[in-house]
């Protein structure tokens, strides 16, 4: 076998070996949907059915009513994307923004809504389970299948009018401004929102100031479960989609979207087709090649 063929074959297997390597081995990012881990949303994301959005240029504006979006917004919005989500929610679509320390204002301003994350995190050294890191909630607008939210690293919502707010903290919460992990005299101190739904347009804005509420490791602690599902109201027929573009994607993960992509291209007729026949060519021409050599007859010296 000539030294051109075996090198090809090599190369052949590595690619093959790290295409297997990307589309099996798991993300391990912040709130990615395809994260098993302690930090992913996997198990939030299928029981909603939620499809991984990689692109706000994806998102569908025409005819959004059928349509939930939930963003965690740790990476800047430009300005077309802003205009692409507060045209989807005013066109009637509902929109679930979850941020503690991320550009959630950003959005919250352009929506034109007077709300914002306050940016700092919200604690409670008395009501709390384990840490004051995690907060208990147990005041609620409205009662459903929840009597108990237990927060992460959360932060609290600002400028909410009373009748918009959906779930407080408890009295002994307070805002670490200074972030040295106790009360100091000037800090906000009290019943904190943490949770607000908001109508803008023919649409829905719901504002939740802690995305870990969806991760792996909380979705099923407490009545967080059954909170974010009255959050998002009844699912039933509706598309479900979970922005990523907004999150820090490792190597790994942006080798994973792009071979989604590609999975997605192959699967149409005509680009299919193409592949069969590609294929088809190169091992004819191969194994009229393996004929020829085969069928040659050795020459005397």
């Not at 459903?144 to 779930?167: R, S």
């Not at 009290?190 to 949770?195: E, F, K, T």
Request: with cysteine.
């Amino acid at each position: 076998m000539r030294i051109h063929n075996i090198l090809f074959l090599v190369l052949a297997v590595i690619a093959a070996i790290s295409l297997i390597c990307v589309w099996f081995v798991p993300s391990v990012q912040d709130f990615m949907v395809g994260n098993t881990m302690w930090n992913g949303v996997r198990t939030f994301s299928e029981v909603v059915s939620a499809t991984q959005l990689d692109s706000v240029d994806d998102l569908l504006i025409e005819d959004p009513e059928d349509s939930t979006l939930i963003s965690v917004p740790y990476l800047q919005y430009s300005t077309d994307e802003l205009e692409k989500f507060r045209s989807f929610v005013e066109g009637g679509g509902t929109l679930l923004l979850a941020d503690d320390y991320g550009y959630g204002n950003r959005l919250l301003e352009y929506m034109g809504v007077t709300v914002r994350f306050n940016g700092k995190p919200v604690l409670d050294p008395l009501f709390c389970y384990k840490t004051q890191w995690f907060p208990k909630v147990v005041e609620f607008a409205t009662r459903g299948d929840f009597q108990c939210v237990i927060l992460n690293h959360a932060t609290a919502l600002q400028e909410v009018p009373d009748e918009q707010a959906i779930a407080w903290t408890a009295d002994s919460s307070y805002i670490d401004s200074n972030e040295n992990l106790t009360w100091d005299e000037g800090e906000t101190k009290g019943r904190l929102p943490i949770a607000a739904r908001l109508s803008v347009g023919k649409g829905t804005l719901i504002v939740v100031g802690d995305p870990s509420l969806m991760i792996n490791t909380m979705i099923n602690r407490a009545d967080n479960f059954a909170f974010i599902g009255y959050l998002l109201g009844d699912l039933n027929g509706k598309n479900v989609l979970f922005d990523t573009s907004h999150l820090s994607r490792t190597p790994l993960d942006v080798s994973k979207t792009a071979l989604i992509r590609i999975r997605e291209v192959m699967a149409t007729p005509y680009p299919l087709a193409a592949i069969i026949l590609v294929i088809f060519i190169g091992v004819s021409i191969w194994m009229m090649r393996i004929g020829g050599e085969v069928g040659k007859q050795p020459q005397n010296s």
